[in-house]
């Protein structure tokens, strides 16, 4: 059984207990036509629990929050390990302004609870987050949302903590995603660049793995430290469905068992990468 969620979903965070937060409807800064479904969307966040496979996904509501404007993109939460709080980080690319908007989740009234907006100069472009305490959390620059080209897209990696800001990693292109792996000592970026994460929240470049697509969303399973990677081995055609979303765009899903982690030389020398799904675009654009 699968919903569909009729005007698109641009990521998403499962927690332990099989809640998933889905950020729905992002509207495209930059598309080749002008597209009247884009304009027509309304940012919202969704949850669909695992456990009620038969029910559909419902909309947050978002309290104490101005959603005028409201673009959601990337989304993290950090569950803390005292309250039992769980914070969701949400990337908002507001008109002319990009922030990450950081809520509470309220489970008894089922809604997201806005605790405070994060607006900084080296939030320029923001993509994808991984928060690592209430207020912490690291984020990808990838050049899209301003203005910029996307062939020369900048992997830059942000540390952004309550008490300072700093550039900590700089590298090639396409910084689509990042996450940690189970331990949180190990950064992913980019495709599959591996980062060790060093006591000061630095990343440090240890690894690449090469998958042959251009990749999006990385999701590491918590259990096993198996990374999940979307890919998209038609550039071309992902772009043509951007503007036309009749147009079929081919789609995929990797599996990489990273094996035993090395102290030392490369992060994970004993990897492998599996395709798990591929089709042509007709089922999954």
């Not at 419902?58 to 309250?83: A, C, M, Q, V, W």
């Not at 540390?159 to 689509?176: K, M, Q, R």
């Amino acid at each position: 059984m699968f919903y569909v969620i009729a005007k698109g979903s641009e990521d998403l965070a499962v927690l332990p207990d099989g809640l998933v937060f889905v950020s729905s409807e992002m509207r495209p800064h930059i598309t080749l036509t002008f597209n009247k479904e884009y304009e027509d969307r309304k940012g919202k966040i969704l949850t669909f629990d695992f456990n009620k496979p038969d029910e559909p996904p419902i909309e947050l509501p978002l309290k104490n929050f101005n959603r005028t404007g409201f673009n959601p993109h990337g989304i993290s939460f950090y569950r803390d390990p005292s309250t039992g709080v769980v914070s969701l980080f949400v990337i908002n690319h507001r008109a002319g302004e990009q922030v990450v908007e950081i809520f509470d989740f309220d489970r008894q009234t089922h809604s997201l609870i806005h605790r405070r907006s994060v607006i900084d100069e080296l939030i320029w472009s923001p993509n994808n987050l991984y928060a690592i305490g209430p207020d912490n959390f690291y984020v990808t620059n990838d050049n899209f949302f301003h203005g910029g080209s996307k062939l020369l897209s900048l992997l830059q990696i942000c540390f952004l903590h309550e008490s300072y800001v700093a550039i900590i990693a700089t590298d090639g292109i396409n910084a689509n995603g990042i996450n940690m792996d189970k331990d949180e000592s190990t950064s992913f970026g980019r495709s599959v660049k591996i980062f060790r994460r060093r006591q000061d929240n630095t990343l440090k470049l240890s690894q690449e793995i090469y998958v042959d697509s251009y990749t999006d969303n990385i999701n590491v399973d918590p259990r096993t430290g198996k990374v999940w990677l979307a890919g998209i081995p038609r550039a071309a055609d992902a772009a043509l469905h951007s503007a036309n979303l009749s147009h079929p765009s081919p789609s995929q899903v990797f599996e990489v068992n990273l094996g035993k982690a090395s102290t030392s030389g490369v992060a994970f020398p004993d990897y492998e990468v599996r395709e798990v799904y591929a089709n042509d675009g007709k089922e999954l654009s």
